[in-house]
C-alpha cells in the first residue's frame, strides 16, 4: 500500500519567514495530494491541493509543487504570520474514492 | 464542500463499556470514512463506509470492536465496543467530496 513521509516532524521560523514542509510518497499510482491544516482541538481543514498532471499550485500565501517522477511534493508557506502556527498533514490518494494516506504531521510553529 | 457534525462532542466511559458515534452530512455522499487520531499522532483510516454494504476495515481494525452502520447517504455511526483505557483518541468521520476528504470536528473520548 501507499506509504506517505513527511519531514520535519517539527518547524519554527520567525514571523514573516518561509516555511517548507516535504513529503515523498510510495505509490505511482497516487495522482492526488492536499495538504490540510488543523489548529489545536479543531478538525483538519482542506488549505491546498495538486493533482499529477499539475507541477505547481499557488493560492496568495501559499503553494505547493509535486515531481512526479521524484515521488515528491512540498508546501510552501511565504510570508508566514503566527495564525499559521498549526499542525500541517500532507496525504496522497490515487483518488476513484480509494483511501487516502497521511503523512506523520509537521507542527509548524511561527515566532512573533 | 461538505458540512459534518459529530455527535457527542466528547465523552468520559469506563472501561468495558461501549460508545456510539454519530456522523451526519449536509449532503447525500457515497463514502463516508471513519479515522482515529491518537494525542499528538496523524489520522489514522479504521475503515470506509458505503451505504448498503458492509463495512470495509484496515488492517488492525475488525468489526467486532468497532461496528459500522450506513443506513442512508447522510448519516453513519460507528461504535467503539468493550472499551479499553488504549482506545482513548479523538474519533473523526470524513466525506469525500469530488476526491477530497471533509472532516466532521471529531469526537474526544477518554476511557477510564
Known amino acids: 500500500g501507499e506509504n506517505v513521509e513527511q519531514h520535519p516532524s517539527t518547524l519554527s521560523v520567525q514571523e514573516g519567514d518561509s516555511a517548507v514542509i516535504k513529503c515523498t510518497y510510495s505509490?505511482?499510482?497516487?495522482?492526488?495530494f492536499p495538504w490540510y491544516k488543523q489548529e489545536l482541538g479543531k478538525r483538519p481543514q482542506l488549505i491546498i491541493d495538486?493533482?499529477?498532471?499539475?507541477g505547481e499550485k499557488k493560492d496568495q500565501r501559499i503553494a505547493v509543487t509535486l515531481n512526479k517522477t521524484a515521488k515528491h511534493f512540498s508546501l510552501h508557506i511565504t510570508e508566514t504570520q503566527p495564525e499559521d502556527s498549526a499542525v500541517y498533514f500532507c496525504?496522497?490518494?490515487?483518488?476513484?474514492?480509494?483511501?487516502?494516506?497521511f503523512g506523520t504531521g509537521t507542527k509548524l510553529q511561527v515566532i512573533p | 464542500s461538505a458540512v459534518i457534525s459529530q455527535k457527542p462532542s466528547r465523552d468520559i466511559c469506563q472501561r468495558g463499556t461501549s460508545l456510539t458515534i454519530q456522523c451526519q452530512v449536509d449532503?447525500?455522499?457515497?463514502?463516508m470514512f471513519w479515522y482515529r487520531q491518537q494525542p499528538g499522532q496523524s489520522l489514522t483510516l479504521i475503515a470506509t463506509?458505503?451505504?448498503?454494504?458492509?463495512?470495509?476495515?484496515e488492517s488492525g481494525f475488525v468489526i467486532d470492536k468497532f461496528p459500522i452502520s450506513r443506513p442512508n447517504l447522510t448519516f453513519s455511526t460507528l461504535t467503539v465496543s468493550n472499551m479499553s483505557p488504549e482506545d482513548s483518541s479523538i474519533y473523526l468521520c470524513s466525506v469525500d467530496v469530488q476526491e477530497t476528504q471533509y472532516f466532521g470536528p471529531g469526537t474526544r473520548l477518554l476511557v477510564l
Open positions: 505509490d505511482s499510482a497516487s495522482n492526488y
Open positions: 496525504a496522497a490518494t490515487p483518488g476513484g474514492y480509494q483511501k487516502v494516506t
Open positions: 449532503s447525500q455522499v457515497t463514502m
Open positions: 463506509a458505503n451505504q448498503g454494504s458492509e463495512a470495509t476495515y
Open positions: 495538486i493533482r499529477s498532471n499539475v
